[in-house]
C-alpha cells in the first residue's frame, strides 16, 4: 500500500515535530525578510487600464511629462447669481487665499455655470520634491478660510490631489481595521466552536502567518508583476478565511477521533489520512480556480492570481505540516484553556439535524424548492451592469469629497471627470496641429454633447498635448457613453487623428475599454475554472455524476450571490443594512473576481462533505443513511468555518469605499448561501434522489485511479491512501 501524500506529510511532520515548527518559522521570517528588502512594486496608470486608454496613459508615462494635480473650487450661490457681491467677494477670496499660499500654479480665469448660480476656480497644485511638504493641506486652509469669511454662499474644494489624500488615509485606515478586527473575531469564533483557547489560538497563528509569509513572496513576485494596492487587503481576506478553514477541518477530526477513544497517534494519523487528503485537495482547487484569472488579460487579475494562490499554497502547506506538529507535540495540551461553554445534550440533532430529516423524507421536493429560491436571487443579476465607480460612487455620500464632487457635476456636467484627449505628434508646435487641436474643440463644442470649458496643455519638450473635455450627461449614464462615443468616432478621427496619434482616456473611457477586455476575457476564465474543477471531482471522487453536480450547484450559488449583489448595490435594495448607498453599479472587476473565489472557496465544503458521504458509503451505508451521517459529522465544523468566513468577509463590508462593501458583502452573502441552502438541503436532496448513481463512473474512466475514502481502522499505516491502476 502506499500512502496518500497528506498522510505521508503529517506522518513526517508528527515524527520530526521540532524540525517541522521550527522550519516553519524560519519560512516565515525568511519570506518577510525578502519581501521587506525587495519592497513591493505597484502598478503604474498606463498597466490599469487596457486599449486607448492605457495607451493615453503609456504616452504620458513614456514621454515623462510632470502630472501635476488640478484642483478645482465649486462656489455656489444659492440665490447669489454670479457678479453678485457675494459671489464676486467669495471668488475673490478664494483666488487671494490660495495664490497667498505659493502652492499653486496656473491660476486660471472664472467659470460660471449655465444657470449662473455656480462659479469654479480652478488652478494647478505645485510638484514638490520627495520629502518635502504636502502642498495640500495649505491650501485646503485656505480655501475654509475664504468659506470662513464668506457664509452666505458654500465653497467645496475637489481635485486629484484632494481624491489622492481621501482614498490614501481611507485605505491606511480600513487596511489597519481590517487586521486588527479580522484577527480576534476568527479567536472568538473558534473559542466558541472549540471551548479551549488554545485550541482556537493554533488556526489563527497558522493562517496569519501564511498571511505574511505570502506577503513577502508577494513583494518579490511583484517585480515581474506589478500589483494593484487593494492587493494586500484581498490576500489577507483570503488567507484569513482559507487559513482558519483547513487547519479547523484538520484539528476537528482529530479531536472528534481523540472522542472515539482513538490515541494520540491514531487520531492524528485518521486526521492526516482524511481531512489532510481534503484539505490537499480543496487547496489545489483553490489555486487552479485562481490561476483562471491569468486568462482575463488585465493585469489586476494576474495579480491577485499570484497572491491568493502564494496565501492559499501556504495556508495549504502549513495546515498538513506544521499543525500535526504541533498536535503532537501538543497532545492533549492543546484543550489548554479550556471554558465552559453550553453544550448540545448527546443524541440531540442539532440545527442541521432538524433539517435535514424533512429534506431526505422529500429529497424531491426540497431539491426544487432549494434550486427555486436560488433562481429567484439570482434573477436581479439579468440586469447586471458594471463600470468603473466614479467618486460619489465609492466613496460614502456624507463625505464632504463626494457632496463637491456631485455638486460640481450637476453645475458642470463632466467637469470633474472629463474625457481627455492625448495628442501624440511628432511636432506639436506645427501649425497643422494646432489647427486640428482647435477644429477638435469647436466640433466638440458644436456637437453639443460636450461642454465648456475645454482646457488644452501642451507639453512642448515631449512633442504631447492634454485635451479635456467634459462630456454631457452623469458621467456613466447613456448621454455621456453616446458622447464618449461621437468624440472617438467621429470628432478625433476628423481632427488630430489625421495629424497625430490621439488615444481617448478619463473615467469613463476607461471604464469602457475595461468592460470591453473583461467581457473578452470572462468566457476562457469561467470555462478554465468550471473545467478544471470537473476534472478534479472526477479523479478525486471517481464520479461523473458528483462532477457534473459540484459545477451545476456552485453555478446556482454564483447566480444566487450576483443577485443579491446587484439587488443591494446596484438597485439599493436594503442597502441601508450593510450600511451604505446603492451606486447603481458593480466595480468593474468584482464579478469576475467573486466567481473565481466563489468557485474555489466552496470546494472546501464540497469536497470535505461529499468525502464523508463516500467513507460511510464505502462501509456499507446506503445513499441516504450515508447522506445524513457525512452531513451530520460535518455540519459543526462546516458551521464553524462558515462562520468565519462571512465573519472575515462581512469586516470588508464595513470598510468605507464601495469596491470593498461589494466585495465583502458579495463574498459573505456567498459563503452563506452556500454554507445553508446548497449544502445543507440542495446537496443531500440531490444526492439522496441519485442514490446508487451517485457513484456512476463510465467504463471508458475505469483508468482513473482508484482512491479510498475509508476510514482508516488503525495507525499509522492503517490511514493510508489506496491507488490501484484499474
Not at 402 to 415: E, K, M, S, V
Not at 648 to 655: K, V
Amino acid at each position: 500500500m502506499k500512502r496518500n501524500l497528506a498522510a505521508a506529510l503529517g506522518g513526517w511532520s508528527a515524527r520530526h515535530r521540532l524540525t517541522a515548527i521550527l522550519g516553519w518559522l524560519a519560512f516565515v521570517v525568511l519570506a518577510s525578510v525578502l519581501g521587506g528588502a525587495a519592497g513591493q512594486i505597484t502598478m503604474e496608470d498606463h498597466e490599469q487600464g487596457v486599449g486607448q486608454s492605457a495607451r493615453a496613459a503609456q504616452i504620458i508615462s513614456a514621454a515623462g511629462v510632470a502630472d501635476p494635480d488640478q484642483e478645482t473650487v465649486l462656489i455656489s450661490g444659492g440665490t447669489h447669481a454670479a457678479g453678485s457681491p457675494e459671489m464676486n467677494r467669495a471668488a475673490a477670496a478664494v483666488r487671494a487665499n490660495v495664490r497667498a499660499t505659493g502652492k499653486i500654479t496656473d491660476l486660471r480665469p472664472d467659470v460660471v455655470s449655465e444657470d449662473r448660480h455656480h462659479v469654479i476656480v480652478q488652478f494647478t497644485v505645485k510638484e514638490v520634491a520627495d520629502g518635502a511638504p504636502d502642498p495640500l493641506p495649505a491650501i485646503r486652509d485656505a480655501v475654509v478660510r475664504a468659506q470662513r469669511d464668506n457664509p452666505s454662499v458654500e465653497i467645496g474644494q475637489f481635485g486629484g490631489a484632494t481624491a489622492d489624500a481621501w482614498f490614501d488615509e481611507a485605505l491606511g485606515a480600513d487596511f489597519k481595521r481590517a487586521e486588527m478586527t479580522a484577527v480576534p473575531l476568527a479567536l472568538g469564533i473558534l473559542l466558541v466552536a472549540f471551548g479551549a483557547f488554545l485550541a482556537a489560538v493554533l488556526p489563527v497563528m497558522l493562517a496569519f502567518t501564511a498571511f505574511l509569509a505570502a506577503g513577502g513572496l508577494l513583494a518579490v513576485t511583484s517585480h515581474a508583476v506589478h500589483v494593484d494596492q487593494t492587493t494586500n487587503s484581498v490576500m489577507l481576506l483570503m488567507g484569513l478565511a482559507v487559513g482558519v478553514d483547513y487547519c479547523l477541518f484538520y484539528l476537528q477530526r482529530e479531536r472528534e477521533e481523540r472522542r472515539r477513544g482513538r490515541d494520540r497517534e491514531t487520531a492524528l494519523a485518521i486526521a492526516a489520512a482524511t481531512s489532510g487528503r481534503s484539505v490537499l485537495v480543496s487547496g489545489l482547487t483553490v489555486m487552479v480556480a485562481m490561476s483562471g484569472m491569468f486568462l482575463s488579460g488585465l493585469l489586476l487579475f494576474k495579480g491577485f492570481a499570484i497572491a491568493t494562490i502564494l496565501v492559499v499554497f501556504i495556508a495549504m502547506l502549513g495546515s498538513v505540516t506544521v499543525l500535526p506538529a504541533l498536535l503532537s507535540l501538543l497532545g492533549d495540551k492543546v484543550d489548554l484553556g479550556r471554558i465552559r461553554l453550553p453544550r448540545r445534550r448527546e443524541g440531540r440533532d442539532g440545527v442541521v439535524g432538524t433539517l435535514l430529516k424533512p429534506v431526505l423524507a422529500r429529497p424531491g421536493i426540497a431539491a426544487v424548492l432549494s434550486a427555486g429560491l436560488l433562481l429567484a436571487l439570482a434573477a436581479p443579476a439579468l440586469g447586471m451592469k458594471t463600470e468603473r465607480l466614479r467618486i460619489d460612487q465609492q466613496v460614502p455620500p456624507g463625505e464632504e469629497i463626494a457632496q463637491t464632487y456631485t455638486r460640481l457635476n450637476t453645475a458642470f456636467p463632466g467637469n470633474p471627470d472629463p474625457a481627455v484627449v492625448v495628442v501624440k505628434a511628432a511636432d506639436i508646435d506645427a501649425p497643422e496641429v494646432a489647427s486640428a487641436i482647435g477644429d477638435l474643440k469647436r466640433r466638440a463644442v458644436a456637437s453639443g454633447e460636450m461642454n465648456e470649458p475645454i482646457e488644452v496643455t501642451v507639453h512642448e519638450r515631449a512633442n504631447v498635448a492634454e485635451i479635456e473635455v467634459p462630456l454631457a450627461g452623469t458621467g456613466a449614464d447613456a448621454t455621456s457613453k453616446h458622447a464618449l462615443e461621437t468624440l472617438r468616432e467621429r470628432i478625433v478621427p476628423q481632427t488630430v487623428g489625421k495629424v497625430a496619434e490621439a488615444p481617448v482616456t478619463g473615467q469613463l473611457a476607461w471604464s469602457t475599454d475595461y468592460n470591453a477586455q473583461l467581457k473578452a476575457g470572462i468566457v476562457p476564465v469561467f470555462l478554465f475554472v468550471m473545467g478544471i474543477t470537473f476534472l478534479l471531482m472526477l479523479v478525486f471522487f471517481r464520479s461523473l455524476l458528483i462532477a457534473v453536480s459540484a459545477i451545476v450547484l456552485n453555478l446556482l450559488s454564483v447566480g444566487a450571490t450576483y443577485g443579491v449583489m446587484v439587488a443591494v448595490f446596484q438597485h439599493g435594495w436594503g442597502d441601508s443594512l450593510v450600511g451604505t448607498t446603492g451606486a447603481g453599479a458593480l466595480e468593474s472587476w468584482i464579478p469576475l473576481f467573486v466567481f473565481v473565489v466563489l468557485f474555489g472557496l466552496s470546494m472546501d465544503y464540497h469536497v470535505f462533505v461529499v468525502s464523508r458521504i463516500r467513507e460511510a458509503h464505502d462501509r456499507g451505508l446506503d445513499t441516504t443513511r450515508a447522506v445524513s451521517e457525512g452531513v451530520r459529522a460535518t455540519a459543526g465544523v462546516v458551521t464553524s468555518a462558515a462562520v468565519i468566513m462571512i465573519a472575515t468577509f462581512g469586516i470588508f463590508g464595513t470598510l468605507s469605499m464601495q469596491d470593498f462593501k461589494q466585495l465583502g458583502v458579495g463574498l459573505a452573502a456567498a459563503v452563506l448561501i452556500d454554507a445553508t441552502i446548497v449544502r445543507v438541503v440542495l446537496l443531500p436532496a440531490v444526492m439522496s434522489l441519485l442514490g446508487s448513481s451517485n457513484w456512476y463512473l463510465p467504463r471508458w474512466l475505469d483508468w482513473l485511479p482508484r482512491i479510498s475514502h475509508a476510514e482508516p481502522a488503525a495507525a499509522p499505516d492503517a490511514g493510508e491512501l489506496v491507488v490501484v491502476r484499474g
